[in-house]
């Protein structure tokens, strides 16, 4: 879902790192505001190269590709060191194996990380929202809602961007059924991010709480 250099215009690739500047530097506070800042570095290092190595694991579908996101997880468990991890992650699959593009990073990183951190939002309403359910379909349920939506709200930003910035070289009709069918088999994949979440969730939150604290 990644999207390459020379897709985008030059204004949108700009909007885009302009966004993800802004929500660096939101999270990036919101981070330094926690009691010890410092405590999670270990804990997003370690998602941070599951990230990248989860979304380097794809199926070429131009302009893009299918693959397995995780930041919708990332979310979950980082809060908002998701976003910076997930920018991160995005650098180095550009630089090493040219996976998305220095251009479009800011725009990824935005498509990627702004999900992850609703998904955060969605996952610590869980015993507000969900106080009517017993421990542990709660939690359950709001990781997986959480990991769904983190990797379905990218695809539909994914489908935006695409649709609307179609270079005029290419068939439109034809990228568009092809944007179209790949954010289609995203659908699918939600789910089973979903389910993956949770599955990571439960674990957690019976083997280390703590760490789902946010």
């Known amino acids: 879902m990644h999207i390459p250099d020379g897709i985008l215009s030059a204004q949108v690739c700009a909007a885009g790192y302009a966004v ?12 330094n505001r926690q009691p010890n800042p410092t405590a999670a570095v270990p804990k997003a290092s ?3 190269a599951a990230f990248f190595v989860a979304s380097s694991i794809y199926i070429p579908v131009p302009p893009a ?17 998701a976003f910076p991890a997930i920018l991160i992650g995005l650098f180095f699959q550009a630089l ?18 702004i999900p992850a951190l609703l998904a955060y939002h969605i996952f610590q309403r869980r ?23 983190g990797l379905g ?14 270079p005029a070289q290419l068939d439109g009709e034809a990228e568009r059924a092809a ?3 790949l954010s289609i088999a995203h659908i699918p ?26």
């Open 65 to 81: 590709s299918v693959h397995l996101i995780l930041n919708g997880l990332l979310g979950v468990v980082l809060g908002y060191f």
């Open 127 to 149: 015993n507000s929202l969900g106080k009517f359910l017993g421990e542990p379909t709660r939690t359950g349920l709001f990781a997986f809602l959480g990991g769904a939506l």
């Open 179 to 181: 944007v179209l069918t």
């Open 96 to 113: 090493v194996i040219g996976h998305g593009g220095i251009t479009t990073l800011g725009v990824n990183a935005a498509m990627m990380g």
């Open 46 to 48: 370690l998602l941070t």
């Open 189 to 214: 994949l939600a789910m089973v991010e979903g389910v993956f979440t949770t599955m990571l969730v439960l674990f957690l939150r019976r083997v280390k709480p703590e760490i789902l604290e946010g």
């Open 153 to 166: 709200v990218a695809a539909l930003i994914f489908l935006a961007l695409i649709i609307l910035n179609i």
């Open 20 to 31: 993800t500047g802004l929500a660096t530097w939101y999270s990036l506070r919101q981070i």
